[in-house]
């Protein structure tokens, strides 16, 4: 704010003028339907992993095979050429410990929200998911974590087909 | 915090430094006096981050032709530079700990404004704050400092208004507030004020020629940049 201007044009609101009604307002529920296609590489995406599988496209001009698959390559400008299937096992690459929903409603038990590097993807090709099974001071970035899935019968082809990742090979 | 082997605490030094700069701002939603233990105690909604402001507001600027702005004002401020750069929106493909978007958008914006040494020739910098990670990562990649050395020139007093280069002199989003599509603008009306001796409590001495502001977005993968000069 400038010092050269004292009294700033306008009234300031505050929670009381809303209380009061002294504040024009209206009520409006929208209907906001929407249909959405996930599109071809999506839509492959989440019907293999109702099948319990996690697949890549890959391209074979920079010769990077990406997970989450995408028809154009954004590094070549071209379409990407096949599907690789992936293994369901990776590497935290970072990860929160997360206190609040995506609803803002405050949680007791944190989420613990990571970017995890996908094995048998290109280095550095990371989705986001969730982490269990594991205390929210022991993860770490680097550690080696595996999926765990639904049951066949409860999936639904959405990325909540995999309930969260586990580390793994923690009997060693 | 991994990579360049830096502490919360240290980190947690912006957000005392922009808290007390925002008690100087008369818009300031959370202008306050607090300590690193203070910051570091605060609540955690997202660890490692503490908290963001929720806020909402307003900015706005009249832009104006060279003549007309020669004939209004005795004091225009210019714009010397802008720029932008997007990633790829496949953020958990890109590398999350430096902002190469945020470098390509500052090496336009200062081309543009004829900058070869940004460390000397920028007076003034507000970068996008909204949590205090955020200014050093920032500060990186406009390339005024090397990597991973924001969060020291925080401690040696470098970033405070008074210091060689002030950052968020204003109170920045962590002390003003934080809204979202305003904020990015809200920086470039303080450059105005700065950069036009209006500033008050809040000016930077030395009569500060020129400044940088700088907004971070979308899908983590927007740079947006602009120098104002006089």
């Not at chain 1, 002294?22 to 492959?44: C, N, Q, S």
Request: neutral net charge; charged residues 25%; contains cysteine.
């Amino acid at each position: 704010m400038s010092v050269n201007i004292k009294d700033w044009p306008g009234t300031a609101l505050s929670s009381r003028h809303l209380d009061a009604g002294r504040v024009l307002t209206v009520r409006h529920k929208p209907r906001a339907e929407y249909a959405w296609d996930a599109g071809m590489a999506i839509g492959h995406y989440l019907h293999e992993l109702k099948a319990g599988r996690l697949v890549a496209r890959s391209c074979g001009s920079c010769r990077r095979v990406m997970i989450p698959p995408r028809m154009l390559c954004e590094e070549c400008f071209r379409p990407t050429d096949g599907w690789v299937p992936v293994k369901d096992t990776g590497t935290v690459n970072t990860f929160s410990v997360c206190y609040v929903r995506w609803d803002v409603m405050r949680l007791k038990d944190p989420l613990l929200p990571a970017v995890i590097h996908i094995d048998g993807a290109s280095p550095g090709m990371g989705i986001l998911h969730l982490l269990g099974e594991v205390d929210p001071g022991e993860v770490h970035i680097g550690m080696r974590v595996r999926a765990v899935w639904k049951d066949p019968a409860e999936r639904e082809g959405a990325i909540t087909d995999i309930r969260y990742w586990k580390p793994l090979g923690r009997a060693k | 915090m991994t990579v360049h082997g830096i502490t919360k605490a240290e980190i947690a030094l912006v957000a005392v430094k922009n808290k007390r700069n925002a008690m100087d701002h008369p818009c300031a939603q959370l202008g306050t006096e607090v300590t690193v233990e203070d910051v570091l105690n605060s609540e955690v909604l997202a660890w490692p981050v503490n908290r963001s402001p929720a806020s909402d507001g307003a900015a706005a600027l009249v832009m104006c032709a060279e003549h007309v702005a020669k004939r209004v004002s005795d004091k225009p401020v210019w714009v010397e530079g802008v720029g932008w750069h997007l990633d790829t929106a496949y953020w958990t493909n890109g590398d999350l700990c430096y902002p190469r978007y945020v470098e390509y958008a500052a090496r336009i914006t200062y081309e543009m404004a004829g900058i070869k040494e940004p460390r000397r020739e920028i007076h003034i910098v507000e970068p996008y704050d909204p949590f205090d990670y955020k200014e050093l990562h920032h500060l990186e990649g406009l390339l005024l400092c090397k990597r991973g050395e924001a969060a020291r020139l925080t401690a040696d007093g470098v970033t405070q208004r008074d210091g060689d280069l002030p950052v968020c002199p204003s109170g920045g989003l962590l002390g003003v507030g934080n809204p979202i599509a305003a904020a990015g603008l809200m920086k470039v009306c303080e450059l105005f004020w700065q950069l036009r001796g209006e500033a008050g409590r809040r000016q930077v001495p030395g009569d500060p020629r020129r400044g940088l502001a700088q907004a971070w977005g979308d899908l983590m993968q927007v740079g947006t940049v602009i120098i104002l000069g006089r």
